[in-house]
């Protein structure tokens, strides 16, 4: 389930530029969904990218079960768990 031309073009075409686009229209989105979690906004800015990059890297597995706002939000959900794990241990003595 596609909700607009960026993420369709995207889809069918896999070009970068496609994709930019798709990354400007969803940018705010990502980056409050992480800031929420991890609350720090230089770490939301590096999750939010890194988020982008899983996501047009991974974009062959987005089987349209599901919105593609759904499917990126739970990657950017995976990413910050990933890192406030990574930061839990990292702080343990």
């Not at 930019?20 to 800031?35: A, P, Q, S, T, Y």
């Not at 720090?40 to 987005?62: G, M, R, V």
């Amino acid at each position: 389930m596609l909700e607009s031309k960026n993420v369709q073009n995207f889809i069918d075409y896999r070009s970068h530029e496609h994709f930019g686009k798709v990354v400007d229209e969803h940018l705010d989105l990502i980056r409050k969904v992480i800031f929420r979690l991890v609350l720090n906004e230089e770490d939301a800015d590096d999750l939010a990218q890194e988020t982008f990059i899983s996501a047009y890297q991974k974009a062959d597995q987005f089987k349209g079960d599901a919105k593609f706002t759904t499917w990126l939000c739970k990657i950017a959900h995976n990413h910050a768990y990933s890192h406030l794990r990574k930061k839990k241990i990292d702080s343990i003595p």
